[in-house]
């Protein structure tokens, strides 16, 4: 049972760079959701997904694309990688019963230089 | 604005009691989730209020206060593993978690 699978874990980009994270879940889960974790703050929500060929902005979603083909996943697409996207990316995905907990995958760890 | 706020960080003893505590102040309001965080990994889900009044799971127990925009999370028989972040987030009005900064729990022998 792998619930939420993150692809990469860990990528070093140069700036201008492009680059996908991959999110996949085996829950069936209608909610998806990418966030950025920096030291000192809290989780912030870039883009979230309501169902398949949905997506929605949240927080902090300059410099940010997401796509939801399948329902099973959730991309994330930098475009021209900025050193201030340098953080760790957190995939989560929930039941749309409206107050499912999140699962969340283990994380990808990008740096951009 | 939405804010969520709760201690940067705690030191407890390995068999103490630790109270974490959190305040909020969203846009509507439908519950408060606890989550803890070891170091490099992914946040696990702990607790849910949405009710006033404390929640207990073992050895961890969650208190809610909605007039007072306060919840906290009670550890109890502290032990090594529960060194951790715990992660305090408000469901607002959308059904959207606002999420505090967390508190790094460091517990020494």
């Known amino acids: 049972n792998a619930g939420v699978t993150q692809t990469p874990k860990f990528r070093v980009l140069k700036t201008g760079q492009s680059m996908t994270l991959l999110c996949a879940q085996d829950?069936?889960?209608?909610?998806m959701y990418w966030y950025r974790q920096d030291p000192g703050m809290g989780l912030r929500l870039i883009h979230y997904s309501v169902g398949e060929g949905t997506t929605a902005k949240g927080e902090v979603p300059d410099g940010y694309n997401v796509s939801r083909l399948k329902k099973q996943n959730f991309l994330l697409g930098l475009e021209s990688a900025a050193p201030s996207q340098t953080s760790v990316y957190f995939c989560?995905?929930?039941?749309?019963?409206?107050?499912?907990?999140?699962?969340f995958g283990d994380g990808t760890r990008l740096s951009i230089l | 604005g939405q804010n969520i706020d709760q201690p940067t960080e705690m030191t407890a003893t390995e068999g103490a009691i630790v109270q974490i505590n959190c305040t909020y102040q969203?846009?509507?309001?439908?519950?408060l989730f606890w989550y803890q965080q070891h170091a490099g990994e992914a946040p696990t889900f702990l607790s849910y209020n949405v009710l006033d009044g404390l929640e207990e799971k073992g050895r961890f127990s969650s208190f809610l206060s909605r007039s007072k925009g306060y919840s906290y999370l009670l550890l109890k028989e502290l032990q090594m593993k529960d060194s951790a972040s715990y992660l305090c987030?408000?469901?607002?009005?959308?059904?959207?978690?606002?999420w505090g900064a967390g508190t790094k729990l460091i517990i020494k022998p």
């Open positions: 829950m069936n889960h209608e909610y």
């Open positions: 989560a995905s929930r039941s749309p019963e409206e107050v499912q907990p999140q699962h």
């Open positions: 987030a408000s469901l607002d009005g959308n059904y959207q978690l606002i």
């Open positions: 969203t846009s509507g309001f439908n519950g």
